[in-house]
């Protein structure tokens, strides 16, 4: 399959390759925030058996209801809370294409930013993972330098 681009004065051309980069933007991920706990019900004041203390009743066994949903939620999101941090150990940045970027951020911009806030620091994660991509880039170039067709390619005599 070929693909084509065309520019604003209606050149087409069949490089699209050199477009990719410039689809591809770096945002960083603040991880999830802590969930706040939420708050329980109180049962209802009154003389049981009276019908105002039993409608109040059924209020709050549906609030009840509602509680113990967003208590299960509560705990899911902080297990997802503790485990991002034990992993990354604060923000990292990666590379998405900038319809993705430009949706996370708009989506959890508490969340996601293009850059990373005054007095926030990188974490551990993120930094771990700037210095592998360092080594496998100069790994790669070395194996390529060592390489009998690939080390030579472009060369000029």
């Known amino acids: 399959m070929s693909t084509y681009k065309a520019s604003a004065d209606g050149a087409v051309s069949d490089d699209s390759s050199s477009d ?3 689809m591809l933007v770096r945002i960083w991920d603040l991880g999830p925030e802590a969930p706040a706990v ?4 109180e049962l209802p004041n009154g003389k049981e058996g009276s019908p105002e203390y039993e409608l109040a009743m059924i209020d709050f066994e549906g ?4 509680y113990k949903t967003a208590l299960a939620n509560f705990g899911r999101m902080k297990k997802e809370h503790a485990e ?7 923000p990292y940045e ?13 989506n959890e911009p508490q969340r996601y930013v293009a850059e990373l806030p005054k007095g926030r620091k990188p974490g551990k994660w993120h930094l771990d993972e700037k210095q592998r ?4 880039r100069r790994t790669f170039a070395n194996i390529a330098a060592r390489d009998p067709v ?8």
């Open 20 to 22: 990719i980069n410039s």
């Open 84 to 90: 991002w941090h034990a992993l990354y150990h604060g």
């Open 150 to 157: 690939f080390g030579h390619q472009g060369a000029q005599p």
């Open 38 to 41: 939420p708050v329980k019900p």
């Open 133 to 136: 991509q360092a080594d496998a």
């Open 94 to 106: 990666f590379e998405t294409h900038s319809v993705n970027a430009r949706e996370a951020i708009q």
């Open 63 to 66: 609030e009840l209801a509602t």
